[in-house]
């Protein structure tokens, strides 16, 4: 029953969550299980189809930053700069990559608004040497 084409299609309770109903979104078939809690995990699978650019991605389709992006083979004929890539700068100098896309990111909100804070100082930086 419960599989990658399942959503939750309700949740069941009066002061609190109780139950939730799982619906199979291929099948049609609906189960009610016992639930205290529900945890939402937007973000678990990157949405990066969108970006045109060549930006260095892992299999799952994360963009990879920093220093990660010398596990690619072609990242030292690619990069022209004569410093090593900000922590999380791409593969192409001044644009960078945050929260729930980036690769090895926590894929949490705070830390998420996190590196977004930080990518404001780097990109500071980057605009200082251009």
Known sequence: MYNYNSVVAEGIGKNRLECITIKNIETGEQKTSEAGALFIFIGARPVTDWIKLNIYKD????????????????????????????????????????????????????????????????????????
């Open 59 to 130: 299999s799952k389709g994360f963009i990879e930053t920093g220093r990660d992006l010398f596990k690619s083979e072609n990242f030292k004929k690619t990069w022209k700069l004569d410093r090593d890539p900000y922590p999380l700068e791409t593969c192409i100098p001044g644009i960078f990559s945050v929260g729930d896309v980036r690769a090895g990111a926590m894929n949490r909100v705070a830390s998420a608004v996190g590196e977004g804070a930080m990518a404001i100082k780097l990109v500071h930086e980057y605009l200082a040497e251009v």
